[in-house]
T-cell receptor
């Protein structure tokens, strides 16, 4: 079993929809939770970072962490075609490497 | 430049040949990471450098893989006797410092797409 599980999709939604992306994990030592966006043939770019449990909002993006369920989510409101990308969750337990999910491919069509 | 720079962008090599991949981190960043992204997979940690400390090599998949970082700046990832399963995108990242908090603020380069034929 992988430490971090993420549905690879693809996920196709119409413009303006609310998108929900999720990851589950097994390592209770994880304290830092990140979401990265990766466009085709580009490196990942950090979208959101959350420490421990709770919610964090940044514009159209909301990240949620539920440590009791070992479940994290990223919500995208009013999705745009420019949001079409692969979204990667990543986690860290206080050491020097990130553990990534496989990434979910998202397509937002006009 | 302002970001992490990797070269070459693409590399096609014959099975059995050695390859070198280069990473120029953001100026002033002391921590440097190499990851590998295989088709349809998430990023897999390979190696981590922090200042003058001994690197964390725990993610290197075999002894055909090695990396060095000269002068605390540029890093080279070397793959000897390449195999077809080495085909992947190799991504480099850097952060201002090492440690649990700073690794969350790592910036990634665009990667080197390696194809072994």
């Amino acid at each position: 079993q992988k430490e971090v599980e993420q549905d690879p999709g693809p996920l196709s939604v119409p413009e303006g929809a609310i998108v929900s992306l999720n990851c589950t994990y097994s390592n209770s030592a994880f304290q830092y939770f990140m979401w990265y966006r990766q466009y085709s043939r580009k490196g990942p770019e950090l979208l959101m970072y959350t420490y421990s449990s709770g919610n964090k909002e940044d514009g159209r993006f909301t990240a949620q962490v539920d440590k009791s369920s070992k479940y994290i989510s990223l919500f995208i409101r009013d999705s745009q075609p420019s949001d079409s990308a692969t979204y990667l969750c990543a986690m860290s337990g206080g050491y020097n490497k990130l553990i990534f999910g496989a990434g979910t491919r998202l397509a937002v069509h006009p | 430049g302002a970001g992490v720079s990797q070269s070459p962008s693409n590399k096609v090599t014959e099975k059995g040949k050695d390859v070198e991949l280069r990473c120029d981190p953001i100026s002033g960043h002391t921590a440097l990471y190499w990851y590998r992204q295989s088709l349809g997979q998430g990023l897999e940690f390979l190696i981590y450098f922090q200042g003058n400390s001994a690197p964390d090599k725990s993610g290197l998949p075999s002894d055909r893989f090695s990396a060095e970082r000269t002068g605390g700046s540029v890093s080279t990832l070397t793959i000897q006797r390449t195999q077809q399963e080495d085909s992947a995108v190799y991504l480099c990242a850097s952060s201002l410092l090492g440690g649990a908090v700073y690794v969350t603020e790592a910036f990634f380069g665009q990667g080197t797409r390696l194809t072994v034929v």
